[in-house]
């Protein structure tokens, strides 16, 4: 960026320089180079404080950035004015006076830029961690709403099962409680999965039957929590429960190019039925976090081919880190 600009800078002066042409193509090579040549070596020094910057103040920051500019642009003007200007009107020192200003004005128009940009960056993570913890407090009823009718059906008749039930339930509850985590490893989602899963089949019975193919290797592939369990519990509610016969979910993950898909089958209902608000709401809470974390490149789509019903949803390739693994 700082490259182009200065170089449309640089056509710009240029532009005005020239007399009887458009453009002085001699001024503009010298005075690119001279240019690049300040914009190159500035940014280098400066980079390579970037560590000892760090830890100053932003007034003594933008000071120490300033005087680097200033004396490399008097150290080149000292080697090059006579070079780009062997006509001018001024004397040396006045021309060099005038670049050091030229320099100090667009190095602070530069660094407010960059100030703003960074004030802007830390406003929008803020936003995103409150929507992000916001989206997931969200889902914590969806949990217990559809899971308690499912226990409760069973207290009376089989107290293990419930017990068994309760627990699956409270893991599940204990991964719905971890709002620091951004992404976790997809084996942790796969896990809590196969907990709703349980729970599910308790009710559901000999209807559900499920069907697992997971490429190995993606066992730390970075996803957001609680994002692979609403959409199996999209496949049991609108492919599974209004069935008589019931019928198989399919779970699917593998790796492609850049990017990992992960996918949920469920058979097309027989008869029209009512959303669920809960589902659509967990899907609308999936999407927003997925294009809050990953930008564009994340996609959640549903399609129907036939009988079947499918809701792939595609990450970026990457690996969630340690912090979120324990």
Same mark, same amino acid.
């Given at each position: ?31 690119? +180079?001279?240019? $690049? %040549?300040?914009?190159? &070596? ?6 390579? /404080?970037?560590?000892?910057? #760090? @830890? ?59 100030? +703003?940009?960074? $004030? %802007?960056?830390?406003? &929008? ?6 929507? /992000?913890?916001?989206?997931? #407090? @969200? ?188």
């Amino acid at each position: 960026m700082l490259l182009v600009t200065s170089e449309l800078l640089v056509l710009v002066l240029a532009i005005v320089q020239a007399e009887s042409t458009w453009i002085d193509w001699n001024y503009f090579g010298l005075l690119s +180079l001279f240019v $690049q %040549w300040t914009t190159l &070596t500035s940014t280098a020094l400066i980079c390579s /404080l970037r560590p000892w910057l #760090a @830890r100053r103040s932003v007034a003594h920051a933008t000071f120490v950035i300033v005087s680097i500019v200033l004396l490399d642009v008097l150290a080149f003007s000292l080697f090059a004015d006579t070079v780009l200007n062997p006509k001018q009107a001024l004397t040396p020192w006045q021309s060099i006076a005038k670049k050091l200003l030229l320099a100090l004005l667009i190095s602070l128009m530069v660094l407010r830029y960059f100030y +703003l940009q960074y $004030q %802007w960056q830390q406003q &929008t993570e803020a936003e995103m961690q409150a929507r /992000l913890t916001s989206l997931q #407090a @969200r889902i914590q009823p969806h949990f217990l709403f559809n899971s308690m009718n499912t226990i409760a059906s069973l207290i009376a008749s089989s107290p293990e099962r419930a017990e068994e039930a309760v627990l699956d339930l409270s893991e599940l509850f204990r991964a719905s409680l971890r709002t620091d985590d951004q992404l976790v490893p997809l084996k942790r989602e796969l896990e809590l999965s196969k907990r709703y899963l349980a729970i599910e089949a308790l009710r559901l019975g000999d209807r559900l039957n499920l069907e697992w193919q997971i490429q190995t290797g993606l066992e730390q592939q970075a996803i957001p929590p609680l994002t692979l369990q609403p959409l199996v519990e999209n496949a049991i509610y609108h492919g599974i429960q209004p069935r008589a016969a019931g019928g198989t979910v399919r779970i699917e993950a593998y790796a492609k190019g850049n990017f990992v898909y992960l996918m949920v089958q469920n058979p097309k209902p027989d008869t029209e039925q009512q959303q669920h608000q809960g589902n659509r709401v967990a899907l609308a809470n999936t999407r927003a976090r997925l294009q809050a974390l990953f930008g564009e490149p994340a996609i959640l789509k549903q399609s129907q081919q036939g009988d079947t019903y499918t809701v792939t949803l595609r990450l970026p390739r990457r690996t969630a880190n340690q912090q979120s693994q324990r």
